[in-house]
């Protein structure tokens, strides 16, 4: 017998019972370590090869523009929440978090990997894509990765690449139609206050020729002096301020319109590729085949002790 002190006091190591177990349980550790190892090579030669290769792509949400998506945000929320504008004007973590879960729930749908089948050329059902894909994020990153697995390198990139291609696709038609309803909404406002600026104008006018007419009929012909008529000068306050108001409103208005046309492809994209699909393989058969020998090596050890231990208790109640 061999003894070990430790903090916690003696240890006894009992090295000729310990194989004494191995001996008398030999043929319980014989079944176990050829099941365990029977298992572990199905799933490798049957199961786990889908997953030898695996193609990611690093995607993410695009932080350009900030200033006109808080001031979108501002004035038009709802269109601004359904575009994903950054409404804080930065992007924050919170910003990210959400809306890459709410792309991995979107991505993991069984309509969504329906229409990825439908892309495909290739003989693979639902259930088997659902296991494929996957997709993974940091709490404190600004980019996530859509992960895809297969048996060879090509099929794992084909079906990375259809993945995000049918996402983006999908993401750019639904935002496509709040972006148009967006721009109609802001243009039909600016034509509104066209409208009002033609009467504001039509009304200062007014005012200038009344006021212009009153000044010439106060003055006879004797008088001699020279009369400056000013038709844009001396309108009364209220109507000034009314004037630069809506004129101001009305450039405001016209800049968020601009920004809109301009930056069509930024309101209408959903996720912004970061990298090119790169393709690794995941797995070798040699490792995989090392680590089941190990497995059940470690399982049916384990699993001989407790035989050992629970057939000691009942012969031990049966004394």
Known sequence: MKKEDNKYGPVAVDIKNIL?????????FAGAFLAILFIGLIFNFFIARDYQYRASTVVT?????LKFQKIISDEYPQEASILWLIKEGKPSNNFFNHHLKVITLEISSEEFLNEVIYNLDMDINLRHLKRMVLTEYGGNESFFIINTFYRNPEDAKKINETVIDTYTDQKEESFRKVY???????????????????????EAEGYAISFNKELIENFTVEDNITIELKPAGFLPPELENQIDRTTGRYNYLRDILDNLVNNEKFYT???????GTRVDENFTYFRNILLSVAAALVISTVFIYIIDFIISIKNKNRR
């Open 180 to 202: 148009d309803e967006l721009v109609d909404k802001v243009e039909e406002e600016i034509f509104t206050l066209e409208e009002d600026l033609s009467e504001l104008s039509l």
């Open 20 to 28: 004494g177990v191995f001996k008398k349980r030999k043929w319980f």
């Open 269 to 275: 994209g959903s996720i912004e590729i970061v990298s």
């Open 61 to 65: 949400l695009p932080t350009d523009n």
